[in-house]
């Protein structure tokens, strides 16, 4: 498939997903979002896809959300022209929504805003460089705050969440505040954000990919569930995966290597 709005490349085992709308500060707009929801089902479907970096065009930003301007256009809405089909666009744009179960590294430059949040939410391990910052501009526009903030309680202690959605375009948090409140997990320099998420997403994709995706969905399912229905259910999900995922690795090799190779965090 060809794309417009993204760049794909798959090397070793890792899709790299590219946002590449920079001249419009890498916003989505309706075909942006037709295109993840194929790229992602692509991703499920490709069995020697075994991880995701998502990034975005070198820029002012990461993404500022929706394309407002092309949002105004006859036909242009991401929701739907007819009001009664219309549906959160976060329902193509996330890897989670789509039932793509391989793990996502985010990597964030600049500003992420708004919309943004329907891809950091449901990425795995997100990553910033240290000029990022987030903010929700919903409310300063008159607009409720409502789909992307509820993603992140699920991410982001419930009084950060709030803080965001109501001081709106009047308060960014930084990356080192995103790295404190759980936005992120690491902070790194910029021209040193794209390796390291490269780095991390071969790490994983090195791994036994039916215990890495089974984790991913064992994990992120048991968050709709309460928590004795979660663990019985994972509990199924160890029992269908583990005999796929022990047989993708030599077991044996890495138990008699005594060598302790870790980085610390």
């Not at 995701?52 to 929706?66: E, I, K, N, Q």
Request: charged letters at 20%; hydrophobic letters at 45%.
């Amino acid at each position: 498939m060809e794309y417009k709005t993204i760049l794909v490349d798959v090397s070793d085992h890792v899709a790299t997903i590219t946002i590449n709308r920079p001249e419009a500060m890498n916003s989505f707009d309706r075909t942006m979002v037709e295109e993840f929801a194929a790229v992602w089902r692509r991703i499920a479907d490709d069995a020697s896809i075994h991880c995701s970096v998502l990034r975005a065009a070198p820029g002012r930003a990461f993404s500022t959300g929706v394309d407002v301007k092309a949002a105004a256009q006859p036909g242009g809405s991401v929701i739907a022209d007819d009001v009664w089909n219309a549906e959160d666009p976060g329902q193509r744009l996330g890897p989670k929504s789509m039932r793509c179960w391989k793990p996502v590294v985010c990597a964030i430059h600049g500003m992420a805003a708004g919309g943004a949040f329907y891809w950091i939410n449901e990425s795995d391990i997100v990553i910033c460089s240290d000029d990022a910052t987030f903010f929700d501009p919903h409310v300063t526009y008159g607009m409720t705050a409502a789909l992307e903030p509820i993603g992140m309680t699920y991410r982001m202690p419930l009084q950060d969440v709030l803080r965001m959605a109501l001081l709106g375009n009047d308060e960014r948090v930084s990356a080192q505040t995103a790295l404190r409140i759980g936005i992120v997990s690491e902070v790194v320099a910029p021209d040193a954000l794209w390796p390291r998420a490269q780095e991390l997403a071969t790490i994983i994709a090195a791994k036994p990919p039916a215990a890495t995706a089974g984790s991913v969905k064992a994990i992120w399912e048991s968050l709709d569930l309460p928590r004795s229905v979660a663990l019985a259910q994972g509990l199924k999900y160890c029992q269908v995966g583990n005999p796929i995922g022990v047989p993708q690795v030599d077991r044996a090799a890495l138990m008699a290597d005594k060598a302790k190779r870790y980085t610390l965090r």
